[in-house]
């Protein structure tokens, strides 16, 4: 009895997996980031999403991606930080073809800001990236440029990606299909009426 408890219960915990079965990629370019030690503010221009509902849209100006981070808690804002968590947003402006509106928005419990050295040019870069609360649903990176010296509160967005996992509907029906065909198999072996 035992036994068939926890086999049950490995089941379950391995069949939401399952689920996450469609991923949207979205590029920014563009834009500022302007930060304290109180935290880091992101906004950069939307250019390319991929599989939005089953079609990709590019254009120069597809919408906005903001950012806000919590304040930091760890390092300095030139050699690098870890920051709290906070929000991120993806909206929609309407042109070719992409919905207007709030595209995905979530959280993320902390955000990393790393130090990525000096470009030939003497520009320093740096790379911000995120992962939601909870899961592995959604990455955030983007590579930021703060001109000849290390960042101090202004920088210029250089390019971006945001890879969000979202749920098919289909795989939805289909997991809860299983999971209710399962709990009839199993109530038929232990005999409850």
Do not use: C
């Not at 609360?133 to 971006?160: H, L, M, N, R």
């Amino acid at each position: 009895m035992l036994r068939k408890t926890v086999l049950l219960a490995v089941l379950a915990l391995a069949l939401p997996i399952t689920a996450l079965a469609n991923s949207i990629d979205f590029a920014n370019q563009g834009g500022t980031v302007t930060g304290s030690n109180a935290g880091l503010t992101f906004s950069s221009t939307l250019i390319g999403a991929v599989n939005l509902g089953g079609s990709s849209f590019f254009g120069s100006n597809l919408g906005t991606l903001t950012l806000t981070t919590g304040a930091l808690t760890s390092g300095s804002l030139g050699s690098g930080a870890t920051f709290g968590g906070g929000t991120i947003t993806i909206a929609g402006n309407g042109s070719n073809g992409i919905p207007t509106g709030t595209l995905f928005t979530g959280t993320f419990t902390s955000a990393k800001w790393t130090f990525e050295g000096t470009l030939a040019n003497g520009t320093h870069q740096y790379l911000l990236t995120a992962t939601l609360a909870g899961g592995v649903g959604f990455t955030f990176q983007s590579a930021v440029d703060t001109g000849k010296g290390f960042f101090s509160g202004t920088g210029t967005i250089e390019s971006g990606d945001t890879n969000v996992v979202v749920p098919e509907p289909g795989t939805l029906s289909l997991l809860g299909t299983g999971l209710i065909g399962l709990a009839g198999v199993i109530r038929r072996k232990l005999n409850i009426s």
